[in-house]
């Protein structure tokens, strides 16, 4: 199996809503990544997860929450979101967190904030 | 800093012709270089990547070469499909993965 698991693959939310994008892969990896990615733009980093531990925060604001229940599952918990965070939400994963290594993306969850 | 300048698209080509797709690079060490590929509706997978001076990285027809001396890693195709079309991205990875702005890439039958 090496594949990265997003669930939902869309989600429309109001800004008062509360909910949450998951992401999951059973290919033992201890590195995981949420990246937000804006229609014709690149990825762009939010949160590093590394051994269950958050090792990077790309100061992001804090309606964005990130939890890693466990090495194989990583959360995305969303809160009073505005129009300007809809986006594609990707995650990603790599073997150890080190930079000489593949990342592997989900499909993303398209997120509309109305 | 560290940071990826690529090649604005969109980049439009016939079937079997060459493709050249120009990545530049700005490190503060010695990163490892990648390019990934986005199909519409899709996450990026990787292509090919590389991480020392010298190194080409190929796959499915696909090289780059990691040239120091000029701080590139153009991505090179010799005939590609109409299958290659997607935004191709060149990454950095350093301290962290920085990724280039994307190129378009739309081939005609």
């Known amino acids: 199996d090496t594949e990265v698991t997003q669930t939902p693959k869309h989600l429309v939310m109001g800004m008062t809503n509360k909910k949450s994008l998951k992401c999951e892969q059973h290919?033992?990896?201890?590195?995981m990544y949420w990246y937000k990615q804006k229609a014709k733009k690149p990825p762009e980093l939010m949160f590093v997860?590394?051994?269950?531990?958050?090792?990077i925060n790309e100061s992001v604001p804090s309606r964005f929450s990130p939890e890693c229940p466990n090495s194989s599952l990583l959360n995305l918990h969303l809160h009073a979101l505005q129009p300007e965070d809809s986006a594609l939400y990707l995650c990603?994963?790599?073997?150890?967190?080190?930079?000489?290594?593949?990342?592997?993306f989900g499909s993303g969850t398209q997120l509309s904030v109305l | 800093g560290n940071s990826v300048t690529q090649m604005e698209g969109p980049v439009t080509l016939s079937e079997e012709a060459f493709l050249t797709i120009n990545c530049t690079y700005t490190?503060?060490?010695?990163?490892?270089l990648f390019w990934y590929v986005q199909y519409p509706g899709e996450g990026l997978q990787l292509l090919l990547k590389?991480?020392?001076?010298?190194d080409k990285g190929s796959n499915k027809g696909f090289e780059a070469t990691y040239r120091k001396e000029t701080t590139s890693f153009h991505l090179e195709k010799g005939s590609v499909q109409v299958s290659d079309s997607a935004v191709y991205f060149c990454?950095?990875?350093?301290?962290?993965?920085?990724f280039g702005s994307g190129t378009k890439l739309n081939v005609k039958p």
């Open positions: 990603a994963s790599s073997r150890t967190g080190t930079v000489n290594e593949k990342l592997f």
């Open positions: 290919m033992g990896h201890r590195a």
């Open positions: 997860y590394s051994y269950e531990k958050l090792s």
């Open positions: 490190a503060t060490g010695y990163p490892s």
């Open positions: 590389a991480t020392k001076a010298d």
């Open positions: 990454a950095l990875g350093f301290n962290k993965f920085y």
